[in-house]
T-cell receptor, first 114, second 114 residues
Framework: AQSVAQPEDQVNVAEGNPLTVKCTYS??????LFWYVQYPNRGLQFLLK??????LVKGSYGFEAEFNKSQTSFHLKKPSALVSDSALYFC????????????FGAGTTVTVRA | EAQVTQNPRYLITVTGKKLTVTCSQN?????MSWYRQDPGLGLRQIYY???????DKGDVPEGYKVSRKEKRNFPLILESPSPNQTSLYFC?????????????FGPGTRLTVT
C-alpha cells in the first residue's frame, strides 16, 4: 500500500525567509509525486509534480521541490516566503502508471508572519 | 472557464435521510474522483472513475455510492448518512491517460449529519 507522511503539522517562518515543507512517501513502483495548496475556504490547487527526469521541479508561485529517491522524499521549497503563502499544503503520491489511486498526506499548515 | 462545480456547497441533514452531492466538470476529463477531508487525516479517496460506466473503490468507500452515466457528471450518493460522514467533500477530475496529469478540484461541500 502506498502512503505519504508530512512530519510537520505546522511550519512558521518570517516573510523573506526560506520555506521548506517536508514530505516522505512509500510506494511499490516508481512514484508520481504532487504538491497541492489549499487556501481558506477553497478547493485544492495544483502547485507542481514530479513524474520523471530532473530531480528538481519548479512550479507555480515560485515554489520548487526536490525528488530524492534514496531518501524517498519530495520536499517543497521556496527561497523567500510571502505572507500570501500562508495556507495548507498537501503532498500526494501515485504508485506508477498502473496505479489509479492518489494518496495524500495529512497536510502542513504554513504560516508566514510579516 | 475550466472548472469543477459541486452542489450544494453546504448541507445539514439528519441521520438516514438519503442525499446526493453533484459534481460536474467542463474539461472533457476522463478521470473523476471523490475525496473527504478530515482534520489531521488529509484527503482520503472515496471512489474514482476512469471513464463513463467505470468506477472503483478508493480507500474509504463504505457508506457511499457513485455513478458515472455521463462523462461530465460524477454524483456522490449517501443512501443512509450517519454522523461519522460529517466532513468536507471534494470532487476532482483530470485527463486519464497515464494519470500523470494534475487533478482539478471543486470548491468543496461541507456536510453535517446530525
Amino acid at each position: 500500500a502506498q502512503s505519504v507522511a508530512q512530519p510537520e503539522d505546522q511550519v512558521n517562518v518570517a516573510e523573506g525567509n526560506p520555506l521548506t515543507v517536508k514530505c516522505t512517501y512509500s510506494v511499490s513502483g516508481n512514484p508520481y509525486l504532487f504538491w497541492y495548496v489549499q487556501y481558506p475556504n477553497r478547493g485544492l490547487q495544483f502547485l507542481l509534480k514530479y513524474i520523471t527526469g530532473d530531480n528538481l521541479v519548479k512550479g507555480s508561485y515560485g515554489f520548487e521541490a526536490e525528488f530524492n529517491k534514496s531518501q524517498t522524499s519530495f520536499h517543497l521549497k521556496k527561497p523567500s516566503a510571502l505572507v500570501s503563502d500562508s495556507a495548507l499544503y498537501f503532498c500526494a503520491v501515485r504508485g506508477g502508471s498502473n496505479d489509479y489511486k492518489l494518496s495524500f498526506g495529512a497536510g502542513t499548515t504554513v504560516t508566514v508572519r510579516a | 472557464e475550466a472548472q469543477v462545480t459541486q452542489n450544494p456547497r453546504y448541507l445539514i441533514t439528519v441521520t438516514g435521510k438519503k442525499l446526493t452531492v453533484t459534481c460536474s466538470q467542463n474539461m472533457n476529463h476522463e478521470y473523476m474522483s471523490w475525496y473527504r477531508q478530515d482534520p489531521g487525516l488529509g484527503l482520503r479517496q472515496i471512489y474514482y472513475s476512469m471513464n463513463v460506466e467505470v468506477t472503483d473503490k478508493g480507500d474509504v468507500p463504505e457508506g457511499y455510492k457513485v455513478s458515472r452515466k455521463e462523462k461530465r457528471n460524477f454524483p456522490l450518493i449517501l443512501e443512509s448518512p450517519s454522523p461519522n460522514q460529517t466532513s468536507l467533500y471534494f470532487c476532482a477530475s483530470s485527463f486519464q491517460p497515464g494519470l500523470n496529469y494534475e487533478q482539478y478540484f471543486g470548491p468543496g461541500t461541507r456536510l453535517t449529519v446530525t
